[in-house]
Each structure stands twice: as structure tokens, then as C-alpha cells.
């Protein structure tokens, strides 16, 4: 399996070096001809103002929607939630491109600045065992879930972090930035 | 629910990489920034081109406009403390700000000490000339680092300097027997814990972009090569002839540093690049470099 990670700004090479450890082979995707050649596409955190235009400038948005129609499965962590997210509420600068994949309203930098980062632990569906260390940085929210979307993650107060539709996956935190790799098995799995 | 650790510290700035940071004085120019694909902006007074032309001491930029440019722009905003000034930090954090720059592009105000980075909520970045550098500031609690080069020159010729010589510090550890990194560590006056964990990991523990002196998409794809994980440009957007599009072609150039078709592509016509200044022409004393300890 070719594992695609969106390497236009971020923490790709985070990924990157979890799915090595897992044995997988790893594309970085920067124009439409990587994408081609993965079987799978991760979009990593980053800034998703940076990362949606650069989406657009460098003619990914459509290329990209059109695996996800055929199945590829695809996972956004924090920016790339945002950008799978069908809609964006709050804090989106105008014209912000998005893939608008999955049927779930996300909002941006929900907790607030820097200041407000943090860790918890989680109970997460389909990942058994101890409850897993996450981390959120200026991190957002999914305000709600729609269609055949569903919430696989929410914190003590009920609010959700992650949600999963068909192939398509969304985290509002980074699993890339601890040495947890059952997240990204999941993901291999789907 | 942990608020504030190291590694939400650490993780906003690797949540930065392959990015481009850049100096803004006003709103109007974060949102030019931001519109260009910066993944943060630093908010100042003024970029270092117009410090170093002014003199004076340079200080912490003034608290409105700081929460001006906080008000509009949805990217993480950084702001520059003086090296030592743990005040201007308080009141920065106080402010909201993202990251804080302890940074020598500002006028010292202390000659021994920085500041304990450890005592803060929010991270922050500091500058380094070498790998001894970059350690101390990071046993001090910084989360991110950055070569420093020498603001406000459009000449790169010191951030290749000194990010040649950071990795070369950390070649030359990954290449000793483990007894000897105690010497090392003691040579490059760095605590010898920091040290190890180099030599074995062969990278810094933080991210490293570069800074000072980057005017153009083909600098900022050169330092990307040299092995950073992304820039700070200070006045060489602004001070250019058509800052939106020099803007916006060094942040493609960042992402593909490793295409030159594309890099040439986005170089095309972007006018006129920031005047430079050759470092042999600066008056020793002003220097901005060499400050920090």
C-alpha cells in the first residue's frame, strides 16, 4: 500500500515517520501526479488558510474530491478536518477553499489561541485498550455531524473531535505528534 | 485537561513547518500576508531594515497595534520581546499572543540573562548561531528555534552562515563515541542531556526554521535545502516593490523547494527585491547577531 500524505505545509513528515514505523510506503502529494500514485491520502495540521490555497494554486481540490467519490479513504487531522469539513463556521477568513467532503460543521480555532492548547485523554470507537493521549493546538471543533457522518470521539463535556463517514475520517487533534500509532492503524484499516 | 504543555508548545511550531512566517506593521499588511498563505505573521513596530536605519533602542512593539493585528487575522500572530526582558513577555502573553520572538533584532535589555522561558504559558522562539546556542536557549525553555542570519540586510549570505553551521555542529556530535559528548557538551557550553539527545536523534528537539536576510522565493528554497523546516522573512516582503505577489511566490517556493521549474515559475516578474546591504559595510557595533548569550 502507497500511503499519500499532503506535504504542502505541516507536520507531514510526523506522519510520515509514524507510517514508516508501521511498515507502509509513504508519498509525499504536492501536485496532481503524486496523487496518482497513493492509495490512501493523509492531510496533516498545518495552517488551513496556507494549505487550502495552496490546494487551489497547484489544481489539487478537484483531483483530490474526485478519488474521495471513488473510495479512496482520506483523514484530515486538525487543518485537514477543517478541510474535509462540508462546512466551516466561525473565524473563516472569506473565499477559504475546502474540500467539503464530509457531511459534518467544523469551527475553526474553537477553544481559542495558543494559550488555550492542550492535552486530554480520550475514548475513541474502534480503538480498544487505554484511552488515548490527545493533542490539540489552536484546534477545532465539529459542531455537528450529518448525513451518514458520525462522531467516533468527543471530550468529558460531550463536544466532538473526530467523526468518520464511509472512508473519510477527521480528527481535530494530532495523533502525529505522539508515538501512538493506533490511530493511524485505524486509518489503514478503513 | 492539561493546558499549555511542551508539547502543545512545541506542536504549534511544527504545526508551521514548511511555511513562511512574516513581519507585518499594520492590520492591512497581516491580512496581505495572511491572504498570501503566510501560516503566521510577526507583529513589530518596525521590520528590522527600518531599526537598523532609524537606530535607537528598539523595544516591544506598542500593545494596540499589537492587538490590532491579532484582530485581523485568523493565523497565529507572534510578537518580539527584548533578549532578558521578561516584562515585555508578561505583557505579551497577557495580550493573547501566539508565540513570543526573544529576540536580538530588538535592543537588549539584559547583557547575562535571557528570559526563563519555563515561567510562561505561551512558547517561545529564539535565535541561534550555532548548535551550543540553540541548546542553551532551548534548556531555557524555548519551543521553537530559528538560525538568526542578520535582519534587515536582504542578504543571506549569514542565515546560510549559520544554518550551515548548526548542522554541521550536529554532524560532527552524531560522529562521536559516546564519551566524548561530555566534552563537547562542555566545549559548546550546552547542557550535556540536550547534547545527547542530539547526537542521537541527529536533529534539533524543536523545529528550526531560518531567519535574516531572506528578499527572495529562490533564498527561502535555499535555506528549505540547507535542511530548515521553514522561514521567517522580515522586511524583504514589504520593503519590495510588489509585496502581495513576492509574498505569495515565496510561500509556493517554500512548499516546492525541492522543484526549480516551479520556483523559476513563481520568480517571474515579481519587481523589485528590497535593497541589500552587504555585511561588510555594517559598522561592527550594529550587528545585530551577535547579540545573545
Same mark, same amino acid.
Given at each position: 500500500m502507497n500511503v499519500g500524505v499532503l506535504a504542502l505545509q505541516g507536520a507531514f513528515r510526523e506522519h510520515e515517520q509514524i507510517l514508516r514505523r508501521l511498515g507502509q510506503q509513504v508519498t509525499q502529494v504536492r501536485l496532481p501526479e503524486h496523487l496518482e500514485q497513493v492509495d490512501r491520502l493523509i492531510i496533516p495540521g498545518g495552517e488551513s488558510t496556507t494549505i487550502g490555497k495552496l490546494l487551489v494554486a497547484y489544481k489539487l481540490v478537484e483531483p483530490i474530491r474526485e478519488r474521495a467519490r471513488r473510495e479512496m479513504p482520506v483523514w484530515g487531522t486538525c487543518a485537514g478536518m477543517i478541510l474535509l469539513a462540508g462546512q466551516i463556521i466561525e473565524g473563516r477568513p472569506e473565499g477559504q477553499p475546502a474540500l467539503a467532503l464530509m457531511d459534518i460543521v467544523a469551527q475553526r480555532n474553537a477553544f481559542g489561541r495558543q494559550l488555550d492548547s492542550f492535552e486530554a485523554d480520550l475514548q475513541i470507537a474502534g480503538i480498544a485498550g487505554e484511552p488515548f493521549r490527545a493533542v490539540f493546538i489552536r484546534a477545532p471543533l465539529i459542531t455537528s455531524v450529518g448525513g451518514d457522518a458520525?462522531?467516533?470521539?468527543?471530550? /468529558? =463535556?460531550? +463536544?466532538?473531535?473526530?467523526?468518520?463517514?464511509?472512508?473519510?475520517?477527521?480528527?481535530?487533534?494530532?495523533?502525529?505528534?505522539? /508515538? =501512538?500509532? +493506533?490511530?493511524?492503524?485505524?486509518?489503514?484499516?478503513? | 485537561m492539561e493546558k499549555s504543555t511542551f508539547r502543545t508548545k512545541a506542536g504549534l511550531a511544527q504545526m508551521l513547518k514548511g511555511g513562511v512566517i512574516m513581519d507585518v506593521v499594520t492590520p492591512e499588511q497581516a491580512r496581505i500576508a495572511e491572504e498570501a498563505g503566510a501560516v503566521a505573521v510577526m507583529a513589530l513596530e518596525r521590520v528590522p531594515a527600518d531599526i537598523r536605519k532609524h537606530g535607537g533602542v528598539a523595544r516591544m512593539s506598542d500593545p494596540e497595534m499589537i492587538q490590532g493585528i491579532i484582530e485581523a487575522v485568523t493565523i497565529p500572530v507572534m510578537a518580539k520581546a527584548r533578549i532578558g526582558h521578561f516584562v515585555e513577555a508578561q505583557l505579551l502573553e497577557a495580550l493573547g499572543i501566539d508565540y513570543i520572538d526573544e529576540s536580538e533584532v530588538l535592543t537588549p535589555a539584559d547583557e547575562h540573562?535571557?528570559?526563563?522561558?519555563?515561567?510562561?504559558?505561551?512558547?517561545?522562539?529564539?535565535?541561534?548561531?550555532?548548535?551550543?546556542?540553540?541548546?542553551?536557549?532551548?534548556?531555557?525553555?524555548?519551543?521553537?528555534?530559528?538560525?538568526?542570519?542578520?535582519?534587515?540586510?536582504?542578504?543571506?549570505?549569514?542565515?546560510?552562515?549559520?544554518?550551515?553551521?548548526?548542522?554541521?555542529?550536529?554532524?560532527?556530535?552524531?560522529?562521536?563515541?559516546?564519551?566524548?559528548?561530555?566534552?563537547?557538551?562542555?566545549?559548546?557550553?550546552?547542557?550535556?542531556?540536550?547534547?545527547?539527545?542530539?547526537?542521537?536523534?541527529?536533529?534539533?528537539?524543536?523545529?528550526?526554521?531560518?531567519?535574516?536576510?531572506?528578499?527572495?522565493?529562490?533564498?527561502?528554497?535555499?535555506?528549505?535545502?540547507?535542511?530548515?523546516?521553514?522561514?521567517?522573512?522580515?522586511?524583504?516582503?514589504?520593503?519590495?516593490?510588489?509585496?502581495?505577489?513576492?509574498?505569495?511566490?515565496?510561500?509556493?517556493?517554500?512548499?516546492?523547494?525541492?522543484?526549480?521549474?516551479?520556483?523559476?515559475?513563481?520568480?517571474?516578474?515579481?519587481?523589485?527585491?528590497?535593497?541589500?546591504?552587504?555585511?561588510?559595510?555594517?559598522?561592527?557595533?550594529?550587528?545585530?547577531?551577535?547579540?545573545?548569550?
Open positions: 458520525e462522531a467516533v470521539a468527543t471530550l /468529558d =463535556d460531550g +463536544r466532538i473531535v473526530a467523526a468518520r463517514q464511509g472512508r473519510l475520517l477527521a480528527t481535530a487533534f494530532h495523533p502525529e505528534l505522539t /508515538d =501512538d500509532t +493506533r490511530m493511524h492503524e485505524l486509518f489503514l484499516e478503513m | 540573562n535571557h528570559i526563563n522561558k519555563h515561567k510562561f504559558n505561551v512558547p517561545f522562539v529564539c535565535g541561534c548561531r550555532n548548535l551550543g546556542e540553540a541548546l542553551r536557549r532551548i534548556n531555557e525553555g524555548a519551543a521553537m528555534i530559528r538560525t538568526k542570519g542578520e535582519a534587515g540586510t536582504g542578504n543571506v549570505v549569514e542565515a546560510v552562515r549559520h544554518a550551515r553551521q548548526l548542522f554541521a555542529d550536529i554532524r560532527r556530535l552524531q560522529s562521536m563515541n559516546e564519551d566524548e559528548l561530555f566534552v563537547a557538551a562542555k566545549e559548546m557550553q550546552a547542557p550535556y542531556e540536550l547534547v545527547r539527545e542530539v547526537a542521537e536523534a541527529g536533529k534539533l528537539p524543536v523545529v528550526n526554521f531560518a531567519a535574516g536576510g531572506i528578499a527572495t522565493p529562490a533564498d527561502a528554497a535555499l535555506m528549505m535545502q540547507l535542511g530548515v523546516d521553514g522561514v521567517f522573512v522580515g522586511s524583504g516582503i514589504f520593503k519590495s516593490g510588489d509585496p502581495a505577489r513576492r509574498a505569495k511566490a515565496i510561500v509556493e517556493a517554500t512548499t516546492h523547494y525541492n522543484d526549480p521549474k516551479i520556483i523559476a515559475e513563481v520568480s517571474k516578474g515579481l519587481g523589485e527585491a528590497m535593497v541589500g546591504i552587504n555585511i561588510g559595510d555594517i559598522p561592527e557595533g550594529e550587528l545585530l547577531a551577535v547579540r545573545g548569550w
